[in-house]
């Protein structure tokens, strides 16, 4: 299974949709924390939901299951950790339930994924530590 990432900031419409269909993704699973506000954009669930199925050969699921704890992620983005405090924290927490076990059970019919984040070129995303955390052996 190849898996990707992608960002749901600083990106176009025609740039997210090339980089889906570069990536051959047969699905893009989105497992931000929040998905449904004015500031995500043509990025939405919703939208999402309705364009990945017709503009890339993808499905499209949102997993919450994978996103990180509010509180964390707060933190997080106010500056009170900085990224490896947070990775450490939110791969913790998902290794305590069974993150790499459900992933797998959910995901593993499938050959390339892409993992959308909120990654900019200030902040790093979760799904990068996710990305790592899945790659292991």
């Known amino acids: 299974m190849l898996i990707s990432l992608l ?30 506000n004015q500031l995500a954009g ?17 499905s499209y699921i949102y997993d919450p299951f994978f996103a990180p704890e509010k509180g964390l992620l707060s933190d997080y983005l106010a500056g009170k950790i900085d990224f490896a405090q947070f990775s450490k924290s939110y791969l913790k927490a998902l290794d305590q339930k069974g993150g790499k076990q459900i992933f797998k059970e959910r ?8 993992l959308i984040g909120a990654m900019t070129k200030k902040r790093h995303s979760h799904v990068e530590a996710l990305k790592a955390y899945l790659e292991e052996k």
């Open 7 to 36: 960002s749901a900031y600083q990106i176009s419409a025609e740039e997210f949709f090339e980089k889906i269909n570069l990536a051959k993704a047969d699905l893009v699973l989105d497992v931000r924390l929040s998905n449904k």
């Open 42 to 58: 043509f990025t939405k669930e919703d939208t999402l939901a309705y364009l990945v199925p017709r503009l890339s050969k993808a």
């Open 107 to 114: 995901y593993s019919s499938y050959n390339s994924i892409v």
